[in-house]
């Protein structure tokens, strides 16, 4: 029996799993504070992501620095102590080969403010329908017409611009 493949540019689960397990091991080395390194010291470091090839020998690792992207000395610092990663991930998850850690910055958070700040703009938000004012508080869902009611979109509430005669023919 051939065996399934998983859809193209996918992740398998194994490497999801082995993933997470290379993250968790790079975040217990960071909070224990074992990089000795100027470019590192009393920064603290946030493993947001790691992303395995197929082969599990490479490991892109996503890194942040307290709410921020990681600077370009920070980044220089992990590639500096990568050998030292390696051998710690290596001895917390079992696997035939440990892999290659390569790190990139993490611009998830800068990305989501920026689109943020894009759907704050009064010429986007007139198209948004209206935000909560407080914080928990509901947005009042928009009034179904007696048309969409009747084809079984939303109950009952009748809409005196809508036409009832229409409904009759």
Known sequence: MAKKLATAGAPSQRMLRVAEEVRHALSAVFLRGELHDPDLDSRHITVTEVR???????????????????????????????????????????????PELHFQPDNALEYASKIDAVMRRPEVAQDLPPRPEKPGEAIPAPVPTASEAKRGRAPLRHDPRENDDEDEA
């Open 52 to 98: 395995a090839s197929p082969d599990l020998k490479h490991m892109t690792c996503f890194v942040a620095a307290l709410g921020r992207a990681a600077t370009k000395e920070e980044l220089a610092g992990l590639r500096r102590v990568q050998p030292f990663l390696r051998k710690q991930v290596a001895q917390a998850v079992r696997l035939r080969f440990a």
